[in-house]
């Protein structure tokens, strides 16, 4: 890795803030023509990476992680388009108030400036950020995984193609290969401005503890869903079994069910039944055992309920109350998507005002906690953070905002002292 490179976005990501929103737009729609003509050339390059991999024993979910297909990469061009068709995040006036007559302050939406992103496995990330980082007007660091790099080395080549024929800088993308070069960036602090890591917790925590940088993530992806007593068990069913074996290698997956003691000799028999049938590894605790007496269920230790699995692994617990049920989620969650099922309008509310997670639902999959899905462009990444941006974060969250105030010869002065003016502080929008 050269500094300069670094130097170079830093300097690019200026001229890309404030580029025309067609020309970026333009940028992303070439994107998505050269890697639907380009299919066979990326998947080519993700079977070496695949065949690396298994030889080299990489776990079940990051191979899932690691794997390209036909449909994946399809989705991964449905995503730049669904990018294409939202508001440009740039430029957007926030708010406007009058300090005085004459005295306007406006706050204006506005890039982050160098997006250093992080990330294992998954190949189709480095696609899906650097697609925000173009339309956010931001330039991008990027590191994937060793595992990924013939995967990532395609993609990004095919990216660079198209930026350059859209009139774009190719110095505002930059692909990291060794980790060395993370060493090197995590003390980059004067030209990096956010970083954003995806991957295990050790890995997340890693980035956390070693750099000044801003780092917006989440360490944990442990999610819930709780059945309530006045849960529809259809409903409970199927939102139970998708959020833990729709996907179950990713942070959105549900790690711990939470089940309400009035409901659960009816709900409990068939869902673990369901589980079985689908090899889910089921680890619960005693009252669970009392109700389905089944060799296979394993006993929950302390250590389950705080267990991030990433896997076709699932801990189940039998609680008195919504209460407890809230209790348990915020002392052993990550802050990340819990949901509840119920067709109780109050419980519901309490769940989702008590809960202290980023994504909070209701008779919902927890798989629903994604960029692409909630309608913000695909997303870098999701973060448990309470500052700047919370969630799944996508364009939004790449944006921040200045101040611009704008008088007419306006001087401090004349409001202060005995005889000072007063401020209308106005708002105007």
């Known amino acids: 890795m050269k500094i300069q490179n670094i130097i170079k976005a830093k300097e690019e990501s200026i001229n890309l803030a404030t580029s025309p929103q067609k020309k970026r737009n333009?940028?992303?729609?070439?994107?998505?023509?050269?890697?639907?003509?380009?299919?066979?050339?990326?998947?080519?390059?993700?079977?070496k990476d695949i065949d690396n991999a298994k030889r080299s024993n990489l776990s079940d979910s990051l191979l899932k992680r690691l794997e390209l297909n036909p449909t994946k990469i399809d989705e991964m061009i449905q995503g730049i388009h669904g990018l294409i068709n939202l508001d440009d995040p740039i430029g957007k006036t926030l708010s406007v108030m009058d300090l005085d007559k004459g005295l306007r302050l406006l706050k204006i939406s506005s890039p982050i400036g160098v997006i250093g992103a992080i990330f294992e496995s998954r190949p189709d990330a480095l696609v899906q950020i650097s697609c925000l980082c173009i339309k956010s007007g931001n330039a991008v660091l990027l590191k994937g995984g060793s595992e990924a790099l013939n995967s990532n080395k395609t993609l990004f080549g095919l990216i660079q193609k198209a930026v350059k024929k859209a009139?774009?800088?190719?110095?505002?993308?930059?692909?990291?290969?060794?980790?060395?070069?993370?060493?090197?960036?995590?003390?980059?602090?004067?030209?990096?401005?956010?970083?954003?890591?995806r991957g295990s917790n050790e890995f997340v925590k890693y980035i956390m503890d070693n750099t000044k940088i801003p780092v917006l993530g989440h360490a944990d992806g442990i999610c819930h869903v709780y059945v309530d007593k006045n849960a529809n068990t259809r409903k409970a069913v199927r939102i139970s079994y998708d959020s833990k074996c729709q996907y179950a290698a990713v942070c959105n997956s549900m790690e711990t069910l939470l089940v309400h003691k009035s409901i659960a000799k009816k709900f409990l028999p068939i869902i673990i039944k369901k589980y079985l049938k689908n090899n889910v590894e089921l680890r619960v605790d005693d009252r669970v055992r009392r109700?389905?007496?089944?060799?296979?269920?394993?006993?929950?230790?302390?250590?389950?309920?705080?267990?991030?699995?990433?896997?076709?692994?699932?801990?189940?617990?039998?609680?008195?109350?919504?209460d407890q049920a809230i209790k348990h989620i915020n002392k052993y969650g990550s802050g990340h998507t819990d949901s509840i099922v119920t067709e109780n309008?109050?419980?519901?509310?309490?769940?989702?005002?008590?809960?202290?997670?980023?994504?909070?639902?209701w008779n919902a999959s927890t798989r629903f906690s994604d960029g692409f899905r909630y309608g913000l462009g695909a997303e870098?990444?999701?973060?448990?953070?309470?500052?700047?941006?919370?969630?799944?974060?996508?364009l939004g969250g790449l944006t921040i905002y200045k101040f611009r105030l704008i008088g007419h010869g306006h001087v401090v002065e004349d409001y202060s002292g005995e005889s000072a003016k007063r401020f209308l502080h106005r708002r105007i929008k």
């Open 380 to 394: 870098v990444g999701i973060s448990t953070n309470k500052v700047h941006a919370r969630g799944p974060v996508g």
């Open 26 to 47: 333009n940028a992303l729609k070439l994107i998505a023509q050269t890697l639907r003509k380009s299919k066979s050339l990326i998947l080519k390059a993700n079977k």
């Open 345 to 361: 309008k109050e419980s519901a509310k309490q769940f989702m005002d008590l809960v202290d997670s980023a994504s909070v639902m």
């Open 291 to 322: 109700i389905v007496k089944n060799k296979q269920l394993k006993k929950a230790t302390e250590e389950d309920w705080k267990t991030e699995y990433n896997d076709l692994i699932l801990s189940i617990k039998i609680v008195d109350n919504l």
């Open 167 to 197: 009139g774009l800088s190719t110095n505002l993308l930059y692909l990291l290969e060794t980790r060395e070069d993370v060493k090197k960036i995590l003390e980059l602090d004067k030209y990096i401005d956010l970083l954003v890591p």
